[in-house]
């Protein structure tokens, strides 16, 4: 959640919260990678915890970008970075087409992918459209949604764990 329009729309973050849904950070006004500060992240933890009560853990890096600098302001502002599967991005920012971003996101996904869609910077009607389309076709293919920390603590984590 981009920390500015945590504050234009406080009823749909009550909602991502109460539905059970996870929020995470991504800065308070979505700058770029060189611009990007403490303060920023702090900024957009605290306007997600005004809203909800709830104070966010994961960080993801606008456009995903990532450097020393980044991974020193996340540790000192304690969270955890969190990407998504590269090739599973429809790019839907781009407005490529209902069609193109359901097929990017259906052909390419794998268990355990995680999928980036977007719903700021513009009119996204053809990511509203193209999601009830993805997600009923993964759930055709056996897929289930779940959040990026029930992803870890069920799947990843466990597979990290030195074999003996």
């Known amino acids: 959640m981009v920390g500015n329009e945590a504050r234009h729309y406080p009823h749909i973050l009550r909602k991502i919260i109460h539905d059970g849904n996870e929020l ?6 979505h700058p770029k990678l060189s611009q990007l500060t403490e303060k920023e992240i702090l900024a957009c933890d605290e306007s997600i915890e005004d809203v909800t009560g709830f104070r966010p853990v994961l960080l993801r890096p606008p456009g995903g970008h990532i450097s020393d600098r980044l991974l020193t302001l996340s540790r000192k502002t304690g969270h955890i970075l ?3 599967t590269w090739d599973v991005d429809a790019k839907d920012w781009m407005k490529p087409g209902i069609r193109t971003i359901v097929r990017k996101i259906v052909d390419h996904v794998d268990p355990g992918d ?6 700021g910077g513009g009119r996204r009607t053809q990511t509203v459209e193209a999601l009830p389309l993805i997600l009923s076709d993964l759930a055709r293919r056996g ?6 920390s029930e992803l870890f603590s069920q799947t990843h ?5 030195p074999q003996k």
């Open 143 to 148: 897929y289930a949604c779940v959040s990026v």
């Open 157 to 161: 984590l466990q597979n990290l764990k």
């Open 24 to 29: 995470g950070n991504h800065t308070s006004n």
């Open 114 to 119: 995680i999928i980036i869609l977007h719903d």
């Open 82 to 84: 969190i990407m998504w």
